[in-house]
């Protein structure tokens, strides 16, 4: 116990007089060394060593750790800034892997979690890996944001000529469905986010949320969500293999680039199939997401026969690309977005998939900017299932048009509440509303609940 005690303590000021100290001063670099050496001394008796949360207890591998806020006060905060719930040292663990480490842990640089663990595999430390946050405490944000890097890191390695790893895509999906499940309303106001230069990748996490969510409100099981997540995260992989100059031209394109752009779905579905472990349904409704159910789309096929899955992806895919600002497209309002669809239901659209959708997303979508009765102007953020026309609202301007801070929340179907009612959508644009920055600000660091309703 004594020997634990003595190495918590000295990883501990270890984290605090790394910054003290340039780097490699012998100071430091002896601290740091006697440090290793009590860490090797323990792996007489243990094969790994592990610090961190159990069940939200602080242990050192199975033992609680008596007054850690006291001993190990810095390692716990630097822990939490990090979004690292806990630390595993394993036999073979190298001098610089161990200062490299505590750099890194106690460095200011705004990397954490999943950026963090690769952050040590890129230094090469091969002997010490993380725990992130389970996904019971991660605030709804960083699950968005992982899953953003996960979309570029799979679109890089397919551009380079590899085929993406499955882990990352099956972890990070994971974490969006538990996020739809406990936060739908939250989520769904998440997809607001869009980035008009790094279009793809939004537009992927996108597509995955929507159809995790209309895959949970058409009562899938949580296998067939999950096939739905992944193939709606990949979707446009296949693009990475059409030139930038055809996905970001303004104009029309001439038919040899359309023909590029129509082999992109063939492209993603290739690519999938060699990846490790993958459902072979995903593949399936990546290759599909463009046919659409009158078949009037790409790629040609005899196959009439088309998945279920690959008719969601298609209508909440079509959702993102009208509601987000293009070089060759103002963005829809919600409302428009859904009476186009609307407009194609039977024919782009299987009938029953939309109405699912619309009747998901309800007359009044969240992200929705609204004008009310009272001359105020609100971004609605949840749906009131009972009665649709009467969603809640964040108002943000007065009735004078001053922008309120914070919000005002009010619920238009409450009694009380008889005075406000809904006159019509407003253009955010023209207000200089941008929902989805609102949606990050307002919801983003709302927590994941970690148990699962299905
Ligand atoms: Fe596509
Ligand atoms: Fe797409």
Request: net charge negative; with cysteine.
């Amino acid at each position: 116990m004594e020997k634990i005690d003595s190495l918590l303590r000295n990883i501990n000021s270890a984290t605090r007089n790394i910054r003290l100290y340039p780097s490699g001063h012998p100071a430091i670099a002896s601290q740091l060394s006697k440090t290793l050496q009590e860490i090797m001394e323990l792996f007489k008796t243990n094969n790994r060593i592990f610090i961190g949360k159990t069940k939200d207890v602080l242990v050192f591998n199975e033992t609680p750790i008596m007054d850690a806020e006291e001993k190990i006060g810095d390692l716990i905060l630097h822990m939490d800034n990090k979004g690292v719930e806990g630390i595993i040292f394993e036999k073979g663990i190298t001098n610089n892997e161990f200062s490299d480490f505590i750099d890194l842990l106690s460095g200011e640089e705004s990397i954490k979690g999943r950026a963090l663990q690769k952050k040590l595999h890129e230094k090469g430390i091969k002997h010490i890996t993380l725990k992130s946050m389970s996904s019971g405490k991660k605030a709804i944000i960083n699950v968005y944001n992982d899953a953003i890097d996960v979309v570029k890191d799979a679109m890089n390695e397919m551009r380079m000529g590899r085929i993406p790893k499955t882990e990352e895509v099956t972890s990070v999906v994971n974490g969006l469905t538990d996020a739809v499940l406990s936060n739908r309303d939250a989520m769904i106001g998440l997809t607001m986010i869009k980035d008009y230069d790094n279009y793809l990748y939004n537009h992927s996490v996108n597509v995955c949320i929507l159809a995790l969510a209309l895959a949970q409100h058409m009562k899938y099981d949580k296998k067939n969500m999950l096939i739905a997540g992944m193939g709606a995260l990949l979707h446009d992989i296949g693009k990475t293999g059409v030139s930038e100059n055809i996905i970001k031209k303004s104009g029309v394109l001439s038919s040899e680039e359309w023909d590029k752009v129509k082999e992109h779905p063939l492209l993603g579905s290739q690519a999938i199939e060699r990846m490790a472990t993958m459902d072979k349904f995903v593949a399936r409704i990546v290759l599909e997401h463009h046919i659409r159910y009158d078949h009037s789309g790409y790629p040609q096929t005899d196959n009439t026969n088309l998945h279920p899955l690959s008719m969601i992806i298609t209508i909440v895919d079509a959702y993102d690309a009208l509601t987000t600002l293009r070089v060759y497209q103002k963005p829809y309002h919600p409302t428009e977005a859904l009476q186009i669809l609307n407009g194609l239901s039977g024919k782009h659209f299987e009938p029953n998939t939309t109405r699912a959708f619309i009747n998901m997303l309800g007359v009044f979508p969240i992200g929705t900017l609204v004008r009310l009765s009272t001359n105020e102007v609100g971004i609605v953020t949840a749906i009131n299932k009972e009665d649709e026309e009467k969603p809640i609202v964040k108002v943000v301007f007065n009735n004078e048009g001053e922008k309120i801070e914070p919000p005002l929340e009010v619920d238009l179907s409450k009694e009380d509440e008889n005075e406000r009612f809904i006159i019509s959508p407003v253009d955010p644009l023209s207000k200089g509303i941008y929902a989805g920055l609102f949606f990050e600000e307002e919801f983003g660091s709302l927590p994941i609940n970690g148990d699962r309703k299905s």
